[in-house]
């Protein structure tokens, strides 16, 4: 099966860095594995810290991932996708999501194979752990702060602040409109609304 693919070329500086050996290496690798080379994407000088709004690169990949334009990537590293560890596992999840195989050169990671395969699954188990992990630590450390007597969630507002929302919806003024002339949130206001109308 002639399997479409897309590579992803990736440095962090254009000085003295260049994607050719990359380019040279997946390009190789594609005519060896029988994939045909639809598209290349490219994120010169572009650091790996910077999400996928930062690297258009990637996010064209991504939105061509969620087209199904091609059935696999090609990648350098996995560090050339991702530093950011919860940005590699959402666009691990993506591509999965979407059934595009990945191909990382420098791990020898190829998830056309079964060991590729289970290395992918490993990383998706991993990666629910890990979301287990910081909410188990978000929730203890809420139990924690309720303990210590702190007040949770935004800071109230000064009393003449919410005497002023309290006007201003009394004349019919829209909760939008009150935010934006008293510089509060919206949900604010409609907090303000809500007690009005208990």
């Known amino acids: 099966m002639n399997r479409r693919a897309a590579l992803y070329l990736r440095v962090s500086t254009t000085n003295g860095q260049t994607t050719a050996n990359q380019r040279r290496e997946l390009v190789a690798t594609a005519k060896r594995h029988g994939w045909r080379v639809v598209q290349v994407f490219e994120d010169a000088g572009i650091s790996g810290a910077k999400g996928r709004d930062g690297r258009p690169g990637l996010d064209a990949i991504m939105a061509g991932v969620a087209r199904r334009e091609f059935d696999i990537i090609a990648a350098w590293s996995v560090d050339r996708l991702g530093r950011s560890l919860q940005d590699l596992l959402t666009l691990l999840g993506e591509v999965h999501a979407k059934h595009v195989d990945l191909y990382l050169h420098q791990q020898g990671i190829d998830t056309t194979t079964p060991a590729g395969k289970a290395l992918f699954q490993m990383v998706g188990v991993f990666a629910e752990f890990e979301r287990a992990m910081i909410r188990e630590r978000v929730m203890a450390g809420l139990a924690r702060a309720r303990e210590q007597g702190k007040q949770l969630g935004r800071r109230r ?42």
């Open 157 to 198: 507002v000064a009393p003449e602040v919410e005497r002023d929302i309290r006007a201003a919806l009394k004349t019919g003024t829209g909760i939008v409109s009150t935010a934006r002339r008293l510089g509060v949130g919206v949900s604010t206001v409609q907090r303000v609304k809500a007690a009005l109308a208990s």
